[in-house]
């Protein structure tokens, strides 16, 4: 029988953290990977980690004061002891994998989601990874997952805001043309080198470096691996059994622990059914091959469901439609679109429902409780051709095949729009009258859009006299349809403060560990601020490798 120290299963940031923390402590780690890519849904993630106290952040005034905002976001169903662990021990972490690896994160721009609540800050809590080359993969990069397809341009570019901002400026500013120009020639050097581009953004810079720091650390990554059970003996769970690439059983042991950092469960279609609103339409962006198996592994040694979610699903609004002879594509509206003057979003009443400034997985809420499934993203030629929509890129980018294939629809009146639509004519035409009055008022009385602070962030700074709110007025109008979806799963196993998987008795299962979604978030699905997933997978990562270490 093949043994290690540790086994992780996953390779996504919880468990590739958990294999280079461990391998710094001197212990052999190996990684089953059940696809043949590294990454996991972290590869399509924005790669924020929500880590109050890090050192790359600005220091807070009152170190209290991200606790007592988690709580209230909670709503009295926080669990003290597992938060506490989360806010004290996320510097540690950060720490401990910034000197053990080539991770390097910096301090993110933004703010929390809900500035109404105590202990809010305009401060950033969050932090980001740095861009990542690459190329220092060299033929292992290919084995790297990349990004939403809908999330990069140009076949496989890879940008972050600075990019973006800089390429929309790019026919109107000398400085702005030969960065775009520098960044085309990378993309395109890259492509014809490598395969693909090798500039790496976000959480695919996150887990490009996590890939190298463990190939230099010699972590043993098998692709194609997948678990099928545990060996559990004497009560302790002491191994994996898994299918190799060959498609030969395998066991191996492990001495230290098993760590279950497989992705949670957006892929799995049956516990959809049962724990997310709109099953039938949800729409979830993480690889469909993170189908629960962590999950099934863990109950099966004992292991149970964290409760009391306020949500099950970190939400975010999703568009899609699936390009003629090709792959449906689905496009994650984070804020650029909905958030910027000109864009309402409406029911089937043509009404609007929600501020559509807040962050996405309030503005789902939104959706859910105005039964607005799916709800309409409406703009003007204007706002379709500065901001975009959705996979519609600005100006001069064309859009003409989102028209025939339906996914972006075009009328020369706001009538035939909502005709085209399905939505009630007399209400959306009502509505854009409003909106229209509002813009020029620069108060939204209805919902408060650019009115709250996180709302008018996110706007257009540039716009007057609200960034939020702009007219809808120069046909063709234009909209999409969206609907509720998720980056990721957050009803996950309970565990204790080290990370180590708790029984139906409340006790430690002796060799097992969960992080990420697979562990039961300890922000119970409420998405407080950008990056309250990767901030306790990272957290709990460590946790659970440097318990691994000292037993």
Request: hydrophobic fraction near 40%; glycine fraction near 12%; charge should be positive.
């Amino acid at each position: 029988m093949q043994s290690t120290d540790v086994v992780v299963l996953g390779s996504g940031v919880a468990g590739l953290t958990t294999a280079l923390i461990a391998a710094s402590h001197g212990l052999s780690v190996t990684v089953l990977e059940k696809t043949d890519l590294v990454g996991g849904a972290t590869a399509y993630a924005a790669g924020g980690a929500f880590l109050p106290g890090a050192a790359q952040l600005p220091q807070e005034a009152d170190p209290a004061a991200a606790r007592a905002y988690l709580a209230h976001n909670m709503q009295g169903r926080m669990n003290p002891v597992m938060v506490d662990a989360y806010l004290d021990n996320g510097p540690k972490a950060l720490a401990a994998l910034e000197a053990c690896s080539v991770v390097r994160f910096a301090a993110a721009g933004g703010m929390d989601y809900r500035m109404n609540m105590p202990g809010a800050t305009t401060s950033p809590r969050t932090v980001m990874p740095v861009p990542f080359d690459g190329s220092v993969l060299g033929r292992d990069l290919k084995r790297l997952r990349q990004p939403l397809p809908t999330t990069m341009i140009f076949g496989g570019m890879q940008v972050d805001h600075r990019d973006i901002a800089q390429l929309v400026k790019a026919t109107r500013s000398p400085r702005a043309t030969l960065y775009a120009a520098r960044l085309l020639a990378r993309h395109y050097v890259g492509k014809l080198r490598y395969g693909r581009s090798p500039r790496l953004v976000f959480g695919n810079a996150l887990v490009g470096a996590l890939f190298k720091s463990a190939r230099d650390h010699g972590i043993d990554i098998r692709l194609k691996s997948e678990a099928t059970s545990l060996v559990i003996e004497d009560g302790r769970v002491r191994g994996v059994r898994y299918v190799d690439a060959a498609g030969t059983e395998t066991t191996i042991a492990a001495r230290r622990g098993v760590m279950l950092a497989t992705g949670g469960f957006p892929g799995n279609a049956a516990m959809r059914r049962e724990f997310a609103a709109f099953a039938e339409v949800h729409l979830s962006l993480p690889p469909p091959t993170n189908t629960g198996d962590g999950l099934a592994l863990g109950t099966s040694a004992g292991a149970r469901f964290g409760e009391g979610n306020l949500s099950d699903h970190c939400l975010t609004p999703v568009s899609h439609y699936t390009p003629r002879g090709g792959k449906e594509l689905r496009f994650p509206h984070f804020a650029f679109d909905r958030c910027r003057p000109g864009a309402i979003a409406v029911g089937p009443d043509g009404r609007r429902f929600v501020n559509e400034g807040l962050a996405y997985s309030d503005f789902v809420l939104g959706m859910y409780r105005a039964n607005a499934v799916p709800a309409f993203l409406v703009c003007d030629h204007h706002f379709l051709r500065k901001y975009g929509l959705g996979m519609v890129l600005p100006a001069p980018f064309g859009y003409s095949n989102l028209i025939r294939d339906g996914y972006l629809v075009r009328a020369s009146t706001i009538a035939a729009l909502a005709t085209q639509l399905g939505a009630d004519p007399a209400g959306l035409a009502e509505t854009v009258k409003r909106n229209n009055l509002y813009a020029e008022t620069g108060d939204d009385p209805e919902f408060g859009k650019g009115g709250d602070p996180y709302s008018r962030a996110q706007g257009d700074p540039e716009h007057k006299p609200n960034p939020s709110l702009g007219p809808i007025e120069r046909a063709p109008f234009y909209a999409i349809r969206l609907y509720p979806g998720d980056t990721a799963t957050t009803r996950g196993l309970v565990v204790d403060a080290q990370a180590r998987v708790l029984g139906a008795d409340n006790v430690p299962i002796a060799g097992l560990y969960a992080a990420g979604p697979d562990m039961a978030n300890p922000t119970m699905g409420t998405n407080p601020s950008g990056g309250c997933n990767i901030g306790p997978a990272i957290t709990f990562g460590y946790l659970a490798a440097t318990d691994m270490a000292a037993r």
